[in-house]
């Protein structure tokens, strides 16, 4: 993502105003930040990999397992991603301002 970032970086200033809100959100919330640290942490080690899987019109019967693996792999994916969302809204909710 840094190489791509840096081989193409944003052009629309609305785009670069947003992910600088972003970082100076992240900065002025350490607690946050490093609580997204560690899911993302988490995610990254269970980057889906199915897709050669799912191009393969029938997959071979030997990979089926492998297959299999990486359904159940991105299911635990999506599952993250929803903790990961519930941790941020509950966080939100928590900082607003009474």
Do not use: G
């Not at 629309?12 to 105003?17: F, N, Y």
């Not at 970082?23 to 199915?50: C, G, Q, T, W």
């Not at 990979?63 to 792999?73: D, M, N, P």
């Amino acid at each position: 993502m840094l190489r791509a970032n840096l081989l193409q970086p944003l052009c629309d200033r609305d785009a670069i105003e947003d992910r600088l809100d972003t970082v100076y959100f992240l900065l002025k919330n350490p607690s946050l930040s490093e609580l997204l640290k560690a899911d993302i942490a988490r995610l990254k080690m269970l980057e889906p990999r199915p897709v050669k899987f799912i191009q393969q019109p029938k997959p071979d019967p030997r990979s089926l397992k492998s297959y299999i693996y990486y359904i159940l792999l991105m299911s635990h994916f999506i599952s993250s991603l929803d903790h990961l969302r519930s941790r941020l809204e509950s966080w939100m909710a928590e900082s607003q301002p009474v």
